[in-house]
């Protein structure tokens, strides 16, 4: 299995930004994909983004496109979601996701969960 780390998170005000950060370590699929889940209190874990590590394709949530960015660093091993115009229903906590699989990531089943972090954004 891989070992998935994020850092990141915080307390922001309504508009401002966060860059949360992913590293990737271990063993992973040729075709690793790797995203990013949220999960607010009292609520079901959801899709946010995801990128293929080797072809560069992203995909995104309807509710943070346009304001969310998922990109991915070969050199560094790290996926980062960088976030923009945060809304005070962007809180959660932020969990990085991976498997070679795209449908089982999408789904809600990847093989790599990191141990999240708390994202809080204030009115």
């Known amino acids: 299995q891989a070992q998935l780390v994020e850092s990141g998170g915080g307390l922001v005000q309504a508009g401002g930004s966060l860059r949360l950060s992913c590293v990737v370590s271990g063993r992973t699929f040729s075709d690793y994909v790797v995203g990013w889940f949220r999960q607010a209190p009292g609520m079901e874990r959801d899709f946010v983004a995801s990128i293929s590590r080797s072809s560069g394709y992203t995909s995104y949530a309807d509710s943070v496109k346009g304001r969310f960015t998922i990109s991915w660093d070969n050199a560094k091993n790290t996926t980062y979601l960088q976030m923009n115009n945060l809304k005070p229903e962007d809180t959660a906590v932020y969990y990085c996701?991976?498997?070679?699989?795209?449908?089982?990531?999408?789904?809600?089943?990847?093989?790599?969960w990191g141990q999240g972090t708390q994202v809080s954004v204030s009115s």
């Open positions: 996701a991976g498997d070679g699989l795209v449908r089982n990531l999408r789904a809600g089943r990847p093989r790599d």
